[in-house]
């Protein structure tokens, strides 16, 4: 391969390749990236697999979680330079031309590692749900879903002023992980009656906050069915199909609020009423993985060399819950 081609994955049918393609040139205000890592995003990626959510232009660039090196910037950069370590928005590739705008491509801090920067734009989607919530100290969040979404959301639910976090999920490895992260109660729903769990540990009233973090609409008649009288329901996850709700009995006579959090459509320009845009939210999030006041590193449980990527987008396509956070790597440079 030459130095002017690359390697980038695809998706084809329902199946991933590795494919190899020329480089485009960089363009005055852009820079290069050479790969050490890129994490696979298991829900959003198996929905385009899958065609669940069927979008031709990430089935031919999926990804959004890329780590690396600046290699080459463009005549008109000044916030990068050669060797900077960056995490970017950019599919899984072995070189991406990445724009140096701050909600697109930031410095990674010397203490965060390559491969813990790429749970940064979950962690996003995870931040802005939480931002969304509007959670207030004492109240109870219910996070439906223990993936990496649901494991930031656990400890930002705490920061934010919940005085009790509960989780559930259908794998016990996952909720274990949740409890390290400070998860006050665990509920594996396929052997625990859910509903019964939270009103308990509530007295009877439900949760205040319920988060979903899965993108299973099956999940949404339960929500419904665990909040309080005036509670707030925030949806982060990608769903694509319908479900039916009784609109009176379970939303409209009980006083809920179904709260959208996509994280793509939170701003990027800051004004009186919102500071807090995407670039705003992932230059914190770094700050707190620097300092350790947020915890990843255990979220990533299993690393592949990028040839191995076919292979593993099968077993993402048939639904192996056992991997949470899937590292490819390009190159290997972190201990």
Not at 126 to 150: D, K, P, S
Request: with cysteine; net charge negative.
């Amino acid at each position: 391969m030459s130095l002017r081609e690359y390697k980038k994955i695809i998706f084809r049918g329902e199946h991933a390749e590795l494919i190899t393609e020329g480089l485009p040139e960089i363009a005055a205000d852009k820079v290069l990236v050479k790969a050490c890592c890129s994490l696979i995003s298991p829900g959003t990626e198996r929905a385009a697999l899958t065609r669940i959510w069927d979008d031709a232009w990430f089935r031919e660039n999926p990804g959004y979680a890329l780590a690396g090196d600046v290699i080459e910037v463009g005549r008109n950069v000044t916030n990068f330079e050669i060797g900077s370590r960056v995490i970017t928005l950019r599919n899984h590739a072995s070189l991406v031309v990445t724009s140096t705008d701050p909600w697109d491509t930031l410095k990674i801090p010397e203490g965060v590692s390559y491969e813990v920067s790429t749970i940064l734009p979950l962690a996003s989607v995870a931040l802005h749900a939480i931002r969304r919530a509007q959670i207030t100290l004492g109240e109870t969040c219910v996070i439906i879903g223990a993936g990496i979404i649901g494991q930031i959301a656990v400890q930002l639910a705490k920061m934010d002023g919940a005085q009790r976090v509960i989780i559930l999920d259908l794998e016990d490895t996952r909720l274990q992980q949740a409890r390290e992260y400070g998860a006050d109660l665990t509920i594996n729903p396929s052997r625990e009656d859910a509903i019964a769990k939270v009103f308990e540990a509530t007295l009877g009233k439900g949760a205040s906050v319920i988060l979903e973090a899965t993108g299973n609409v099956a999940v949404i008649p339960l929500m419904f069915k665990l909040a309080a009288h005036g509670g707030r329901i925030v949806c982060a996850g990608l769903m694509e199909e319908t479900v039916p709700i009784p609109f009176n009995l379970e939303f409209l006579s009980r006083e809920l609020t179904l709260i959208a959090a996509h994280q793509p459509h939170c701003p990027v320009t800051d004004h009186i009423y919102w500071q807090w845009t995407q670039q705003a939210n992932r230059k914190l999030l770094l700050e707190m993985l620097d300092s350790g006041k947020l915890r990843a590193s255990e979220l990533i449980t299993h690393r592949f060399h990028v040839d191995a990527a076919p292979q593993v987008y099968e077993r993402i396509k048939e639904g192996d819950r056992s991997m949470l956070g899937i590292v490819l790597e390009w190159q290997r440079t972190d201990p």
